[in-house]
């Protein structure tokens, strides 16, 4: 990734600068952290990062990238919201190590609201089977006390993460998933270093032949579900992003494991018809059954 902090416009906070100091750092090598420490204090809408305190298993596939910023020194700050969602919101966050510009990066926020929050209950068919270890969440999740709604949102950030985890290992076009913390997921902001995201598919513009082209990598990258034995389960044109002409899929909660899930193949099948109506209609020449059956045939 480009410096996505070369521009300090977006900033919209009264807080501590991520401009290099002007004193001569090389003299200070040693004591860097402990100056970052020492003379800052979140502002208004920035956080210590949240990376050191979390669990190994609520961090992201190794090895990580090398954009990753892991160091206890770090700053997250908000940089405004990109999208409310229906049961989560999504904002553009900077994490960042003070007077380092090497140590800085955009990353995107996704937020999952309590059940009381949401206008929006994905249907019980994603979650049919899926079993929940704690029995004190069990019991809190049927009880629906605060502590339970807490527990229902949490399960949709986690389900995220680990599909985000495991389908970046399969080499699938999905952004890499940093860490999981609560009802919070973040992961790699797809967009520019100014902190414009990726177009939706919905909005891309493109010629004929252009489009050819992302049906191909939307195929692409359902083979690569379908081999591991999943679908999306919500595939559209809203849940595919085109960021520096590839096509990333977002939005993976409620991946379906096609075989184990009763509704497996119905919402493999949903998403090959979402995909080819779209396409169709854009004159881009493809056929949901044709496709279907080539996603059948890739499954394990
Ligand atoms: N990693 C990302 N990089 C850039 N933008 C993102 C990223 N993840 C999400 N977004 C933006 O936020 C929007 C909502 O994300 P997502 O679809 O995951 O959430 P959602 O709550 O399911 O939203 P909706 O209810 O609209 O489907 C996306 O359409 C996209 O514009
Ligand atoms: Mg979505």
Not at 55 to 81: M, Q
Not at 239 to 263: F, S, T, W, Y
Request: charged share 25%; glycine share 6%.
């Amino acid at each position: 990734m480009s410096d996505p902090f070369a521009s300090s416009e977006a900033a919209s906070f009264d807080a501590p600068s991520f401009d290099t100091p002007s004193f001569d750092a090389a003299a200070f090598d040693s004591l860097e952290t402990e100056l970052a420490f020492a003379d800052v204090d979140p502002g208004e809408g920035q956080r210590w990062s949240t990376w050191p305190a979390i669990t190994p298993s609520e961090r992201g596939p190794e090895p990580w990238p090398a954009w990753v910023v892991t160091s206890a020194g770090a700053l997250d700050t908000e940089r405004g919201i990109l999208k409310t969602g229906k049961e989560a919101d999504v904002f553009l966050l900077e994490r960042g190590v003070p007077g380092d510009p090497s140590q800085h990066t955009l990353l995107a926020a996704k937020r999952y609201r309590s059940a009381e929050h949401r206008s929006f209950h994905r249907s019980s068919v994603y979650t049919e089977g899926r079993s929940i270890r704690n029995t004190r969440d069990a019991r809190a999740l049927a009880k629906k006390s605060d502590h339970g709604r807490e527990v229902a949102a949490a399960q949709w950030s986690f389900a995220e993460f680990e599909a985000l985890c495991r389908m970046w290992e399969l080499g699938a076009p999905v952004p890499y998933p940093v860490q999981v913390n609560g009802t919070e997921v973040l992961m790699e902001f797809l967009g520019d270093a100014d902190g414009t995201a990726a177009p939706r598919l919905a909005q891309a513009r493109g010629d004929r032949t252009e489009l050819q082209g992302y049906y191909a990598q939307v195929v692409d990258l359902m083979r690569i579900f379908a081999a591991a034995g999943f679908a999306h389960g919500d595939l559209s044109a809203y849940n595919l992003l085109v960021h520096e002409g590839r096509v990333h899929v977002i939005d993976l909660p409620q991946i379906v494991d096609i075989i184990a899930n009763p509704q497996g193949l119905d919402l493999l099948h949903r998403d090959c018809v979402n995909i080819c109506d779209w396409f169709t209609r854009r004159r881009v020449e493809c056929d949901a059954e044709e496709l279907f059956a080539e996603l059948l045939a890739a499954l394990y």
